[in-house]
């Protein structure tokens, strides 16, 4: 058979911060990516912010980094510094466009998130920001013209400022009780139009200020922010599924692959022991309870014990996911004695890499869809994969880009194998991005992912012209043959 399962949901996959733009319209609190600044593969962008005394600093704050910020630190605006969420792509004015071409190459599903300050401005409010809520009404309403099943991302590597700055982010048990009312709105407002719900996105790689709002993101404080996300997370699902039950949950998992860089014993073990770093998570969250191995992960961390109340046992045991959501773009190597990389790794010397340094391995798909799929048992759900660029485009705009078709077309097979041989249960794929739009991690524009290029630099200028790239009309005919013309 060399089609995908009848159904198959296929689209692309976005994140608030990295397409809307308009953080100071429609009412939008801030969020601490908002004094993120752009940066590079070599200068990493970093938090603007000012100590009492005028002194200005810059921490390091997405990704790959975690830096620490002092108690006393405060963010502030530099007027020579550019922030990318601010305008982004400006996706808060040109959805219906956006949409429409989506549309165009037969989308079925798009995976967005919503801003949790467009929803409530600092995070505490009595009542949500209607503004923000008829703008996603919209959002929503303009999908559902197109047969679109929205996916929705709650809370993706986000943190309302105030939040960050009065309670110590995801460190605070409180943030427990924010996130649920937060969930509630959404699933009161929305519930009856949205069937599919990521409760955060990467919950295994985010640490830190500008995803988590801690200031400080040693071993314990990144853990006990986790464990009080793994509440919230079951939580919303115990309570999602009373207000929709036909809602399905999900959590998202960076599960890029990670090989032991030998046959040597010690190397394949290690590789064991660092993998389990990510299976943490999952296993928590889609089995319900802590794995034999956490305290092993503890110690290795530095501490070695976090306090796990009963009652909070309950909650995970309840509050299981229906699904599991993993990004995947990349596969890398470890050997004994490397220290544990939650993502990334060294790079296999068998592989070809992205002018990013992120190696291509669609065989890695394929194994990681059978690594989840054999230990976990809940179907499977690809949200992020793609691959990002530097795009030449022509005095139209349009980009001839056959390198993403033959990225996206290696990828596919080795899906299809994973669900048509190996036997996986994988109910769709959405492609990061559908759209041009500024990386997360480096900030940058001239990192293209999208089907659909956007005239922009990486200081915000040009026209903001949308323009479908070749890969565009190919991928409107994969989905029209539900993969069979991959071959
Ligand atoms: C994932 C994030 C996305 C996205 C993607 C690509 O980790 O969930 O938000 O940006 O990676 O990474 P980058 O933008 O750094 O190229």
């Known amino acids: 058979m060399n089609t995908f399962p009848k159904g198959f949901l296929w689209g692309g996959a976005s994140a608030d911060f990295q ?5 100071d319209e429609g009412g939008r609190g801030l969020l601490s990516h908002d004094y993120e600044t752009d940066g590079s593969l070599e200068e990493p962008r970093h938090h603007t912010m000012k100590m009492p005394d005028g002194t200005l600093i810059y921490p390091r704050s997405s990704f790959f980094y975690a830096d620490e910020v002092p108690p006393e630190a405060e963010p502030v605006f530099l007027e020579d510094a550019y922030y990318p969420s601010h305008k982004a792509v400006d996706f808060y004015h040109h959805y219906k466009e956006d949409i ?4 165009g190459m037969g989308f079925n599903v798009y995976r967005f998130s919503i801003c949790w ?3 409530y401005p600092n995070g505490e409010e009595e009542q949500p920001n209607k503004e923000g809520l008829s703008f996603y009404r919209n959002v929503i309403n303009e999908l559902k013209k197109y047969g679109m099943e929205p996916l929705i991302t709650i809370c993706h590597d986000e943190m309302p400022m105030n939040l960050a700055l009065k309670y110590d982010g995801w460190s605070s048990r409180y943030l427990i009780d924010c996130y649920l009312k937060y969930c ?9 139009d949205c069937k599919y719900w990521l409760t955060f996105n990467e919950i295994n790689a985010v640490k830190g200020f500008g995803p988590c709002g801690t200031r400080k993101s040693d071993g314990h404080v990144r853990y006990l922010a986790a464990h009080h996300m793994f509440v919230a997370s079951a939580k919303a699902v115990i309570l999602g599924h009373e207000m929709m039950p036909d809602a399905k949950f999900g959590t ?27 299976w943490y998570f999952i296993d928590i969250m889609a089995r319900g309870y802590y794995p034999s191995y956490a305290k092993q992960i503890w110690k290795h ?4 014990h976090l306090e796990i109340s009963d009652e909070d046992k309950d909650i995970l045991k309840r509050g299981q996911l229906d699904f599991v959501s993993f990004s995947y773009y990349r596969s890398n190597i470890t050997q004994a004695g490397d220290p544990w990389f939650n993502v990334g ?11 990013w340094g992120w190696p291509i391995d669609p065989l890695g798909l394929r194994h990681v869809m059978n690594t989840i799929y054999d230990r976990i048992q809940k179907p499977l759900f690809i949200v992020e994969n793609g691959l990002g660029v530097i795009d030449q485009a022509d005095e139209n705009g349009y980009v001839e880009d056959d390198y993403r078709i033959e990225y996206l077309k290696d990828h596919f097979k080795a899906m299809r194998d994973a669900i048509n041989e190996d036997g996986v249960d994988c ?5 990061w991005a559908p759209i041009d739009l500024v990386s997360l991690s480096t900030g940058e524009m001239k990192k293209r992912y999208g089907f659909i290029y956007v005239d922009m630099n990486d200081k915000g200028e040009g026209s903001l012209k949308r323009t479908p790239k070749k890969s565009y009309y190919w991928m409107k005919e994969v989905i029209s043959s539900n993969g069979s013309s991959i071959d």
């Open 100 to 103: 429409a071409l989506m549309a």
């Open 117 to 119: 300050s467009r929803i």
């Open 19 to 23: 397409v809307e733009g308009g953080f």
């Open 427 to 431: 109910i769709g794929y959405t492609m």
């Open 345 to 355: 790794g060294s790079i296999n010397p068998y592989l070809e890499t992205t002018p």
């Open 252 to 278: 998202m998992y960076a599960m890029s692959e990670l090989y032991p860089a030998s046959c040597k014993s010690e190397d394949v073990f290690h590789a064991l022991l660092e993998r389990r770093e990510n």
């Open 184 to 192: 509630k709105t959404l699933f009161e407002h929305f519930g009856q």
């Open 301 to 304: 961390h530095g501490f070695d």
